[in-house]
């Protein structure tokens, strides 16, 4: 696997306004550096701004101080539109509530980011989203309705599209929350060896220590910065 840099963070900070006119500092001075292959857990209290965090790592959100790099590029100030291109090409989400489309079957849900795509992955859009749902185990669901699904399932939906366009980054928020902790183990640890499968790289965000555990590079998020966590203190 290489080493290749695909983000990195100095000294980032977010600052909103509040109503009265006030500033709230969420993030005050985030360092980090992610490589492809990697997978880092990142773990914080609520209201720490693991949120907030991810929106910047996503580029939903820009920082309002420092610098983000992706893949060597200073992408701190692009548009939105720019930051729409790299997002639908680059970057692949799993949230909490799973939010698969209703209505739509399981392979309506993972083909839908290849209907954003060029040639051969626009036209074999059906074939690849049947094999990655086939890679997450559901090869035999494909026409399911993710409503009459267990959340385990839904959620491997969800990481099925998340990884649909091989993307190099990989969010996840809270990827186990709305799951049992069995289910949640199984899912974590699909989205792990599928991520690192795909040659991305994986940021998992999340309060549970035990969901983070599987990470092989942890942090905790506190007064708005990142601090790195021994082994032994992760578990
Ligand atoms: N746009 C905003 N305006 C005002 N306050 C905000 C804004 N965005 C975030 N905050 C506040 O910043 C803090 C961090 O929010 P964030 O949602 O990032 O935390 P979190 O760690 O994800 O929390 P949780 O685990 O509860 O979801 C919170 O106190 C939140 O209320």
Redesign the pocket.
Same mark, same amino acid.
């Given at each position: 696997m290489s080493s290749e840099e695909l983000l990195r963070l100095t000294g980032v900070a977010r600052t909103?306004e509040?109503p009265d006119g006030d500033d709230?500092h969420?993030l005050t001075s985030v360092d980090l550096l992610v490589r492809r292959g990697d997978h880092v857990g990142i773990v @914080?209290r +609520? @209201? &720490? @701004?693991? +949120? &907030?965090l991810l929106n910047l790592l996503g580029l939903l959100d820009r920082p309002t101080g420092g610098t983000l790099e992706w893949a060597g590029r200073n992408v701190t100030d692009i548009s939105g539109r720019q930051a729409a291109r790299i997002r639908g090409r680059d970057v692949g989400f799993v949230f909490q509530q799973f939010n698969l489309l209703p209505g739509r079957t399981a392979l309506e849900n993972v083909m839908a980011p290849l209907l954003y795509a060029s040639g051969k992955e626009f036209w074999q859009r059906r074939r690849i989203a049947a094999a990655m749902l086939d890679q997450v185990g559901l090869g035999d669901r494909l026409d399911a309705m993710p409503q009459f699904l267990s959340g385990g399932e839904q959620q491997r939906i969800a990481i099925a599209r998340a990884l649909v366009r091989r993307p190099t980054v990989v969010l996840a928020d809270e990827p186990t929350g709305a799951l049992d902790v069995e289910t949640g183990a199984m899912v974590m640890k699909l989205l792990d060896q599928a991520t690192y499968e795909s040659g991305a790289a994986l940021i998992t965000i999340t309060?549970d220590q035990n969901v983070a555990a599987l990470a092989r590079r942890r942090f905790r998020l506190a007064e708005g910065r990142l601090h790195p966590l021994a082994e032994e203190a992760a578990v």
């Open positions: 909103v509040l709230l969420i @914080g +609520s @209201g &720490t @701004g693991k +949120s &907030t309060h």
